[in-house]
């Protein structure tokens, strides 16, 4: 038998506005459902900016160091950043964690970001 796929979900919304995490954290659970993937967890940050001093992605951090999942998934890139910097850098520790980022469109390639 094999192991499930475990993911972790992130969720991040420049808001307060609950609605929007909650769309976000229900295409990432179908997406989720879809590929048989188990969810360990489920990380967010609402009204936050892009920056990478958020408690929820650094929480994620953690569960991903800790082999907790090996999927991150979100329903867009620009919940993880929007700046290619940032994003390069959470991009390395996932691949030092072993694991992949996703979006709901499919896995996550940094080089299709920053070119």
């Known amino acids: 038998m094999t ?10 919304s420049g808001t307060f506005i609950h609605t929007t995490s909650a769309e976000q954290l229900s295409r990432c659970q179908a997406y989720a459902a ?7 967890e489920v990380f967010g940050d609402d009204g936050v900016s892009g920056t990478q001093d958020r408690a929820g992605l650094q929480a994620l951090r953690a569960h991903l160091q800790d082999g907790e999942a090996r999927i991150v998934l979100v329903d867009n890139v620009g919940r993880l950043s929007r700046d290619p910097d940032l994003l390069g850098v959470f991009y390395r ?4 964690a072993g694991a992949a980022i996703f979006t709901v469109d499919g896995r996550f390639d940094i080089k299709s970001f920053v070119g």
Do not use: K, M, N, V
């Not at 879809?34 to 360990?40: E, H, K, L, V």
């Not at 520790?93 to 030092?96: L, T």
């Open 93 to 96: 520790d996932c691949e030092q």
């Open 34 to 40: 879809a590929q048989g993937w188990q969810i360990s």
């Open 3 to 12: 192991e499930p796929t475990i993911a972790a979900i992130y969720l991040r």
